[in-house]
């Protein structure tokens, strides 16, 4: 069964204009996943996101980054494709 939700998928830095326009669209009830330069987010505190957070695991290791809060979750591609299927709207970032 899918979820009503929206899973974000953002790979724009937090310097990017669609970064602040994709945080700007969150909803409590969506899901946001962090990929590429999405996940520079976790570095700075760029990020204040009022659903559930994850971030790719193999980015954020491309990176040299730690997801250093609670409230983010690492996931690996196959647990990215679960989320996809999940989610009956996903926007792309």
Do not use: F
Not at 31 to 58: F, M, Q, R, W
């Amino acid at each position: 069964m899918k979820s009503n939700s929206t899973l974000h998928i953002l790979n724009k830095a937090p310097e990017h204009p669609r970064h602040k326009t994709c945080t700007q669209a969150l909803t409590p009830s969506d899901t946001l996943v962090l990929i590429e330069n999405g996940v520079l987010s976790v570095a700075g505190n760029h990020l204040d996101a009022p659903c559930k957070l994850y971030v790719l695991k193999a980015d954020t290791d491309a990176r040299g980054l730690e997801a250093a809060s609670e409230d983010i979750t690492t996931i690996n591609y196959d647990e990215l494709v679960q989320l996809t299927t999940k989610h009956a709207k996903i926007i792309s970032w």
